[in-house]
């Protein structure tokens, strides 16, 4: 069964949020904890969400299916309006902050699909022009991880 909200509800149950977010409770509790969201507690110590958490949850999902860290989830979404629902406006400008971070796994997932289209699985056939050879370690000068596929 769909949780339908009432239109003029300002706040939402965690049960109501989970449902309509299709996100679990506990990752809910999750967020809250990390400081992306935040509710305020009844007196029976009850979460209740503002309504517009419900962008907030999805914007964090996305984000987070983008690769971007929760920590640079909380750093954009702490550029969000707190005295007020965030507009269309405020969400395209927080969107922006993606853009570079964007370009840049683009232009890695790019380098990857174009070094690796002679890779026939590592058997390895292809040592001469390997992404991933580096024999003797030679490129632990240039930083961790592997090199040829993350530098220009």
């Not at 909200?5 to 706040?11: R, W």
């Not at 977010?21 to 009844?42: C, D």
């Not at 289209?117 to 030679?138: K, M, V």
Request: aromatic content about 4%.
């Amino acid at each position: 069964m769909s949780t339908h909200l009432a239109p003029g509800a300002k706040e939402i149950t965690v049960g109501e949020l989970a449902e309509r977010s299709g996100v679990a409770t506990s990752a809910l509790r999750f967020y809250e904890r990390e400081g992306l969201i935040s509710s305020r507690r009844t007196s029976g110590n009850q979460r209740r969400y503002p309504r517009d958490t419900l962008r907030r949850v999805a914007f964090i999902r996305t984000s987070q299916r983008l690769g971007i860290s929760l920590a640079r989830i909380r750093e954009v979404l702490a550029l969000l309006p707190e005295d007020r629902t965030p507009t269309r406006d405020d969400w395209a400008r927080i969107s922006e902050c993606w853009r570079a971070d964007l370009d840049e796994r683009i232009r890695t997932l790019q380098r990857l699909r174009d070094n690796l289209t002679d890779c026939i699985g590592c058997g390895c056939l292809s040592l001469d022009r390997c992404a991933l050879s580096n024999p003797y370690d030679e490129l632990a000068a240039h930083g961790p991880g592997p090199r040829r596929l993350i530098e220009d």
